[in-house]
């Protein structure tokens, strides 16, 4: 209710249009729908600038999949129906991932709505990926955190089909389980749960490669797809890319900044023991700032992380009186994304 009631406000003033939810499906929903309409290309296609869909894993299309076959619904709708249905699951995941120090319903309602108001909601509600993969991060630490090994493996497996950064997840596993070790491994000790949910971890992105393979020929096509995207840049130097963000101005340098917030949010998450979200926040931060594209969707890459919101809860538990400054701005600036994603701005993609 909250994104249709302002995308209508949005087209009393601008180039903003709204024709219904199906509106809501642009950019990378778009590519997400060629995948559903004709499975993934053998080839990039010239008339789109040497692009093909393969940088678009395949987890979130399959969960359209359901909605579109089994009530014959139209492959835009398709695909902001399952955004907005894992959205309920991202808020889910994020309170059992914070279930340690939400002690009250209180907190956890608090907890929630760091998810519910991010402020880029929009992209919880326009075809694509990122609150199926903000749930399913958020559920594999929780599931590491209840030494739940195979089951967190399963996850980890489906989070490295949903987007190529899952797979870093591997390592804030290896990183939990020499924790719990007192980081003196030892292997005449070792679980064997421990290791089957390890060799899980990174198995999506496996199969997704193998079949990129047979398909097109290259395994790791999903990655070097990212260069014509980028206009033909290859990766850059993430901390070059970090200070050219912050020297320049307007977007860029809000960018830059959130970027910087990442970070700092990482070392944060080192100092309080958990080196495991620390890690992941950090690696999935510096290899979209190393793409060429860089800093575009940077700010995505960063809001719809769960250690980093993670990061925010603690510091809000801390300081109370924030909350009402924090939930102004994250519901302000998800009302100005939602208004100029229907303007047609690209710097929102």
């Given at each position: 209710?909250?994104?249709?009631?302002?995308?209508?406000?949005?087209?009393?003033?601008?180039?903003?249009?709204?024709?219904?939810?199906?509106?809501?499906?642009?950019?990378?929903?778009?590519?997400?729908?060629?995948?559903?309409?004709?499975?993934y290309?053998?080839?990039?296609?010239?008339?789109?600038?040497?692009?093909?869909?393969?940088?678009?894993?395949?987890?979130?299309?399959?969960?359209?999949?359901?909605?579109?076959?089994?009530?014959?619904?139209?492959?835009?709708?398709?695909?902001?129906?399952?955004?907005?249905?894992?959205?309920?699951?991202?808020?889910?995941?994020?309170?059992?991932?914070?279930?340690?120090?939400?002690?009250?319903t209180?907190?956890?309602?608090?907890?929630?709505?760091?998810?519910?108001?991010?402020?880029?909601?929009?992209?919880?509600?326009?075809?694509?990926?990122?609150?199926?993969?903000?749930?399913?991060?958020?559920?594999?630490?929780?599931?590491?955190?209840?030494?739940?090994?195979?089951?967190?493996?399963?996850?980890?497996?489906?989070?490295?089909?949903?987007?190529?950064?899952?797979?870093?997840?591997?390592i804030?596993?290896?990183?939990?389980?020499?924790?719990?070790?007192?980081?003196?491994?030892?292997?005449?000790?070792?679980?064997?749960?421990?290791?089957?949910?390890?060799?899980?971890?990174?198995?999506?992105?496996?199969?997704?490669?193998?079949?990129?393979?047979?398909?097109?020929?290259?395994?790791?096509?999903?990655?070097?797809?990212?260069?014509?995207?980028?206009?033909?840049?290859?990766?850059?130097?993430?901390?070059?890319?970090?200070?050219?963000?912050?020297?320049?101005?307007?977007?860029f340098?809000?960018?830059?900044?959130?970027?910087?917030?990442?970070?700092?949010?990482s070392?944060?998450?080192?100092?309080?023991?958990?080196?495991?979200?620390g890690?992941?926040?950090?690696?999935?931060?510096?290899?979209?700032?190393?793409?060429?594209?860089?800093?575009?969707?940077?700010?995505?890459?960063i809001?719809?992380?769960?250690?980093?919101?993670?990061?925010?809860?603690?510091?809000?538990?801390?300081?109370a009186?924030?909350?009402?400054?924090?939930?102004?701005?994250?519901?302000?600036?998800?009302?100005?994304?939602?208004?100029?994603?229907?303007?047609?701005?690209?710097?929102?993609?």
């Amino acid at each position: 209710m909250f994104v249709t009631g302002v995308a209508r406000i949005a087209t009393w003033e601008g180039n903003a249009s709204y024709a219904g939810v199906t509106s809501l499906c642009r950019w990378d929903c778009g590519w997400y729908g060629t995948v559903l309409e004709r499975g993934y290309d053998k080839a990039p296609h010239r008339e789109q600038g040497g692009c093909a869909n393969w940088g678009f894993h395949p987890l979130f299309p399959l969960t359209a999949y359901l909605l579109q076959h089994s009530l014959k619904l139209s492959i835009p709708l398709s695909l902001v129906l399952a955004s907005k249905a894992e959205l309920l699951f991202a808020i889910y995941s994020f309170l059992l991932m914070v279930s340690g120090q939400a002690k009250t319903t209180v907190h956890l309602f608090q907890a929630g709505s760091l998810v519910a108001f991010n402020p880029y909601l929009i992209y919880a509600h326009a075809g694509y990926a990122e609150p199926l993969y903000f749930g399913l991060v958020a559920f594999a630490f929780y599931l590491a955190s209840q030494q739940q090994w195979i089951a967190t493996g399963i996850t980890a497996a489906l989070l490295s089909a949903a987007r190529v950064v899952g797979v870093l997840f591997s390592i804030s596993y290896v990183l939990i389980w020499l924790r719990d070790m007192g980081w003196r491994p030892s292997w005449r000790k070792c679980d064997p749960a421990r290791l089957i949910g390890l060799l899980l971890c990174p198995l999506g992105t496996a199969v997704y490669m193998l079949y990129l393979y047979r398909q097109s020929g290259d395994a790791l096509a999903q990655i070097h797809i990212h260069v014509a995207f980028a206009d033909g840049k290859s990766s850059v130097n993430p901390l070059s890319m970090l200070w050219m963000s912050l020297a320049a101005h307007h977007w860029f340098r809000v960018w830059g900044a959130m970027s910087l917030a990442g970070l700092v949010a990482s070392a944060w998450l080192f100092k309080l023991r958990k080196p495991e979200l620390g890690l992941y926040l950090a690696l999935a931060i510096f290899i979209p700032l190393s793409a060429g594209f860089a800093p575009y969707g940077m700010a995505r890459y960063i809001w719809w992380q769960p250690p980093f919101l993670y990061m925010i809860y603690y510091v809000l538990r801390r300081h109370a009186a924030w909350w009402s400054v924090y939930l102004a701005f994250a519901s302000g600036m998800a009302s100005f994304m939602i208004v100029e994603w229907f303007s047609g701005h690209n710097f929102v993609v």
